[in-house]
């Protein structure tokens, strides 16, 4: 069976891309072997699985140089799950060439004006993606939202007019998705701590890559 491929991609950095990525990765590690390949020349996912004290739920690996879709498939074949943390550039030959290989792309996208008008391009790219990979299906997810505030209450709304949907599904701004990053670990392992925002990437993980 081919390796069923998520691409976390945004072409602004601090939208949370690399903290999405690892999570899912960890929590499709509960349902199968998982790999999550960095594709950012910073390094952060295979920096992130260094610092724990026990191994991370998923393989983390670095690729860089030209690859494509097919490539991909061939190298990865051995797992059940490939997650590929994007670097955030949307002209990057990596993001690119991400959006062609992907099953499914998560966009995650911060609760501000700043990060909305960033995504304009969005939906343009993914539609030129779909020439080449007709399979793709793009989702935008909520990131760091607050409950109580009315620009997070307003984000979905204003989203409508974007040609991508928004998943229901969304991450809360919680600290432990920041602590679990300087231990090294995911949130599945930080125990009843970790619960509820584990609870978040179970979330996203069902309505979308194993429904």
């Known amino acids: 069976m081919p390796t069923h491929v998520t691409a976390v991609v945004n072409q602004k950095g601090g939208a949370g891309k690399t903290t999405l990525a690892m999570n899912l990765g960890a929590g ?12 950012d020349p910073q390094g952060s996912s295979r920096q992130w699985a260094t610092l724990g004290s026990a191994p991370f739920p998923a393989t983390v690996k670095q690729m860089s140089g030209k690859w494509d879709a097919r490539s ?5 074949q051995a797992y059940r799950y490939t997650v590929l943390d994007c670097p955030p550039s949307l002209d990057s ?12 792309a ?4 911060l609760p501000s004006p700043v990060d909305l008008w960033a995504s304009l391009r969005l939906p343009q790219e993914i539609a030129e993606a779909r020439k080449v990979n007709p399979k793709l299906k793009a989702f935008l997810v909520l990131n ?15 989203l409508e007019e974007f040609d991508i949907p928004v998943l229901g599904a969304a991450l809360r701004r919680r ?16 125990g009843g701590r970790g619960a ?3 609870a978040e990437i179970e979330a996203v993980i069902n309505e979308v890559i194993t429904p």
Request: aromatic share 4%; with cysteine; net charge positive.
């Open 106 to 109: 998560l966009i995650p996208i």
């Open 196 to 198: 509820q925002a584990a």
């Open 175 to 190: 600290a432990v998705y920041r602590g679990a990053a300087l231990d090294g670990v995911s949130v599945y392992q930080l």
């Open 72 to 76: 991909l498939q061939k190298g990865f």
């Open 93 to 104: 030959h990596a993001s690119l060439q991400a959006l062609r290989a992907c099953d499914i």
């Open 28 to 39: 499709l590690s509960r349902r199968g072997d998982t790999v999550v390949i960095d594709l």
């Open 144 to 158: 760091q939202m607050e409950p109580r505030s009315a620009l997070s209450a307003s984000m979905r709304e204003a």
